[in-house]
């Protein structure tokens, strides 16, 4: 087969940053997949318009999920990309690897599919781009015995995913890596067969910092935060007083609930009104660092726009210590609690934030079974439509 | 069908982490004092032992070939025993022990077309999604927007300074795969007109009820069309959100003439001094214009130049314009504000303004 002649895409050569077009260029010699995937690609710059239809029901045998269905609509013309489907690969937790294990899915992916890949997609999966339908089942059979799985799509529990935490950041206010991948294993089963409404995601965020944009990209959000004193080693605040940095703007001035003094000699911190932002940590890491009493906030509901409106998670644990067992086991109930709630109540494409907005807060925690906290909201409700329940209807529940 | 192997492997989730930690990461796991950026790109970090782990953190444009993953997988076992990671970000990070190896590795990965950055620097890579290369409801392509964007922003990818993180991140349709409601800059594709309706093929292609269902504003309704049955969608009440097209083929949304980029800024998600927050709606439509997409490449230097110029030390974008206010904002960059900024979706009323606290 001919190399594809790409004018436009070739404009995407030129330039610093490291190119995508060089990448499929890379393996366009040995893969026709990719000689057509370029055509179809420089045809869409042409034309401004994609050629990808979604897909029907394909993957896996006895798996639900982590295939994504893609054809092209132009097949007479790119016959290759017929068939371009997406397999999505649960990555180890936080992307280390090992120059072997990045072989060794090197040698799986150059077998079964494409050659082309995304380290790694938006929930956190290795990305397996361009497999034909026929290769899915050995190619899986190969990822399973170099002891990869697929990861999540569709109505299911997505790939859970987390930042490094403990391998590499003094910041890390609990095991992020230990915890992702315990839930991963425990919620296999929910990870591979959609039955939920809609899509479930969890994300393990280390410290209020939130590498993994948990708040804003999981149903559920895990983030770290501490309860008592942040530690200060004053010889270290006055070193980087030492070395120019001026304290009291850059430190003092930005923090949200002014609870920093600075007098020249140390820094004084009123710890019972610190908001636990991060930012006079961040500003000064060899000086300042969260507290002891570690453990993590939980938040619920966040998620993209798709259907009634972008959310950001909100608080449904103001703490929970996240480094004791009992109360990993007490809060996997809850996730139980939820996950039934919201089978039973929610409608088909429904997250569980905008479950939340449609029947309520307070019947949500009703249904989960936790008691209501001023830390839920950041202000009590300012209208006086108030739905007074019958107390003996409520004694009767009881 | 054809019958299973008896030995079949299922539901074993993903390798253990500990198979790939290094073990100077092993060793200082959860005992890690505190980290120095030793240069942009580069950092160490310090447990408290003493022990050093240095990090070198190069660019990559996330689609890959595996032809790249041996390339870094070499690279690894040269300098650094074999281990890597990658970043949140996309971005590929080499995990050293021994310091002299940084150097000779920042000009291997230089070599080979993958420069050094991001840490200490203000930009990072950008997030984004699959586009023209491989989406079926995209408005735009994604890759090579990326590409002529991070071309122009290299020198804050590499150190250049700005007064605080800038998080630039893109999704091809409002689905936003990449989440991107929480950016610094979001880059977002845009469909501007309804989808057509194929009523030849809609009974053969779609399950009615469930495309029916399948709109959030309740917009589409069955309708009989010269004897089929077909739909008809209401066309003031689409917000061309493409959830009937990813369930019925027969409504494409795609169209070359309408299709667009939309700019939105001051999102964030580090609780870092303000609470996280959404990006809001700075330009609502620029065109698409590949290969390079200049118009979209010169409104996101236009953001950061007016941004670089007014902001303090740490504000972010959002939290800048929240202290100069939105219509400083606009006046300042030159964006002009039309009736397509104010909400009109539910809840559109948080977004008005209550009160007299304006600047003048």
Known sequence: MAKRDTPMLDELLKGPYPSFVKELYKVQERKPMVQDLLGQLEDSYEERIGHWKHGGIVGVMGYGGGVIGRYSDLQEKYPAVAHFHTMRINQPAAWFYTSDALRTLADIWEKHGSGLTNMHGSTGDIVLLGCKTDDLEPCFADLTAAGFDLGGSGSCMRTPSCCLGKARCEWACYDTMKLCYEFTQEFQDELHRPAFPYKFKFKFSGCPNDCVASIARADMSLIGTWKDEIQVDQAAVADYAKGGMDIVSDVVMNCPSKCIKYNGNGIEIDDHECVHCMHCINAMPKALAPGKERGATILLGSKAPIMEGALLSSVLVPFIDLNDEDEIEDLKELIGNIWDFWDEHGRNRERVGELIQRVGMATFLDGIGLDPEPEMVSAPRDNPYIFFQDEEEEEDDE | ?360
């Open chain 2, 1 to 360: 069908m054809s019958e299973a192997p008896a030995k079949r492997i299922t539901d074993i989730g993903p390798p253990h982490y500990e198979k790939f930690l290094p073990p100077m990461v092993k060793e200082n796991y959860g005992k890690w004092k505190f980290h120095e950026i030793v240069k942009p790109g580069v950092m160490f970090h310090q447990g408290e032992t003493g022990d050093k782990l240095f990090t070198v953190r190069a660019a990559s444009p996330r689609l890959i070939a595996v032809d790249t993953f041996r390339l870094f997988a070499d690279l690894a076992d040269k300098y650094c025993d074999g281990y890597l990671r990658f970043t949140s970000r996309n971005n590929v990070e080499f995990l050293l022990t021994e310091e002299a190896n940084i150097d000779p590795l920042i000009a291997d990965l230089d070599k080979e077309g993958f420069p050094v950055g991001s840490i200490g620097a203000p930009v990072s890579n950008i997030v984004h999604t699959q586009g023209w290369v491989h989406c079926h409801s995209a408005a735009t392509d994604a890759s090579g927007i990326v590409k002529a964007v991070m071309d122009d922003l290299m020198p804050y990818f590499q150190g250049k300074e700005l007064p605080a993180k800038t998080r630039v991140a893109l999704a091809c349709c409002l689905n936003m795969c990449g989440a991107v409601h929480c950016s610094d800059i979001a880059i977002l594709g845009i469909h501007t007109k309804p989808p057509a309706t194929n009523h030849d093929n809609l009974a053969k292609q779609c399950e009615i009820p469930t495309t029916v269902s399948s709109c959030p504003t309740g917009a589409i309704r069955t309708a009989d069309v010269d004897g089929k049955k077909s739909v008809e969608i209401q066309d003031d009440l689409c917000m061309y959100c493409a959830n009937c097209y990813t369930v019925c083929p027969a409504l494409p949304l795609n169209n070359p003439e309408t299709d667009g980029v939309s700019i939105w800024v001051g999102g964030k998600v580090s609780n870092a001094r303000s609470e996280p927050k959404f990006s809001k709606l700075a330009i609502p439509f620029l065109p698409n214009n590949p290969p390079r997409w200049p118009e979209v490449v010169e409104a996101v230097r236009n953001i950061i130049d007016v941004y670089a110029a007014g902001a303090r030390k740490y504000e972010r974008i959002g939290e800048w314009i929240e202290r100069i206010g939105w219509p400083k904002f606009f006046k300042l960059t030159g964006i002009e504000f039309t009736r397509y900024h104010i909400d009109d979706f539910k809840h559109a009323g948080w977004t008005y303004k209550r009160s007299t606290h304006l600047k003048f």
